[in-house]
């Protein structure tokens, strides 16, 4: 089926802990995003690929690096895990320069630090 | 600054009755507006779009939106609300070539049967 996934679905990080989430999208997609969500602020932008061999900082890039593999992948690392990192975080893909046609998400990865 | 806001944080109504879900945005450039849907334990889907020409747009389960300039609101309506239209609905703005789309802070809705 079309569209984006993301591994793992669910993780427990000890702080200090480092891990990297998986994104990989087969729509044929150049801008793909990463984002994570809190209760009660919405989705607020970590890092995005506007498309191969580039990235950008968003609005919350501190303690994140990410890597642009290829057309399809972009990953997304932690290197350093804190309990402020507790978060569910999205994938997305862009339709469209600069996903002016929408984003499609995969169904997230719910990280818990501790 | 550009920001997004969704006034209405939880919204309750009875199965069959109408719905309406406010957004109001603050956006220099021409916005590029967006509605969508969230159900527990997965990611967002596409409900609607708007870029340019007609103000009412139509998108996917019913739903439509009303793009207002003189209001700076894109507000999200179905006639008919369904049991399975219980979930969270994020509106979000930007504009052309920006990839650094805006997001409110969603509005979740329970349906009563």
């Known amino acids: 089926n079309a569209g984006v996934t993301q591994t793992p679905k669910f993780q427990v990080l000890k702080t200090g802990q480092s891990m990297t989430l998986q994104c990989a999208q087969d729509m044929n997609h150049n801008s793909m995003y990463w984002y994570r969500q809190d209760p009660g602020m919405g989705l607020r932008l970590i890092y995005y690929s506007a498309s191969e061999g580039t990235t950008d900082k968003g609005e919350v890039p501190n303690g994140y690096n990410v890597s642009r593999l290829n057309k399809r992948e972009f990953s997304l690392r932690l290197e350093s895990a804190a309990p402020s990192q507790t978060s569910v975080y999205f994938c997305?893909?862009?339709?469209?320069?600069?996903?002016?046609?929408?984003?499609?998400f995969g169904s997230g990865t719910r990280l818990t630090v501790v | 600054a550009q920001s997004v806001t969704q006034p209405d944080i939880h919204i309750t109504v009875s199965e069959g009755a109408s719905l309406e879900l406010r957004c109001n945005y603050s956006?220099?450039?021409?916005?590029?507006l967006f509605w969508y849907v969230q159900s527990p334990g997965q990611g967002l889907q596409l409900l609607l779009k708007y870029f340019s020409g007609d103000t009412l747009v139509q998108g996917i389960k019913g739903f439509e939106a009303e793009f207002k300039r003189s209001q700076s609101s894109f507000n999200l309506r179905k006639p008919s609300v369904h049991w399975s239209d219980a979930a969270e609905y994020f509106c979000?703005?930007?504009?052309?070539?920006?990839?650094?789309?805006?997001f409110g802070t969603g509005t979740r809705l329970k349906v009563l049967a």
């Open positions: 956006y220099g450039a021409t916005p590029y």
């Open positions: 979000a703005v930007g504009t052309s070539g920006t990839y650094k789309y805006i």
């Open positions: 997305a893909s862009g339709s469209g320069t600069g996903g002016t046609y929408g984003y499609t």
